[in-house]
């Protein structure tokens, strides 16, 4: 059992600091977009991944719209056997 004194005010000028750390900051680059808009529209999206692949994704995503909560619920449980063990069993090594 460690004893502990909850009512010892630390004094900082005692402790040692053998290291000294630089931070060096990295700057951000002149072309750097710092406020971009949102990209709403399919179309546009051809800049950054095949508007076909961003279609399929969509309309792949949107079978979950049409589920109510009770399934999406149920369906997590299913997916992740944790979220039913919590912690109760679970031991992370």
């Known amino acids: 059992k460690i004893a502990r004194d909850w009512n010892v005010i630390w004094d900082f000028a005692e ?4 290291v ?3 931070v060096l900051w990295l700057s951000a680059p002149m072309t750097f977009e710092r406020n971009s808009q ?8 051809g800049l950054l991944l095949e508007t076909n692949l961003m279609k399929k994704m969509l309309d792949a995503k949107s ?3 049409e589920l109510d909560m009770k399934d999406l619920k149920e369906a997590r449980i299913r997916a992740n056997p944790y979220e039913t063990i ?5 031991q992370n090594r």
């Open 63 to 65: 079978v979950f719209d």
């Open 15 to 18: 402790e040692e600091k053998p």
């Open 20 to 22: 000294e750390e630089n």
């Open 38 to 45: 949102k990209i709403c529209k399919i179309k546009t999206t």
């Open 86 to 90: 919590g912690s109760a069993f679970f």
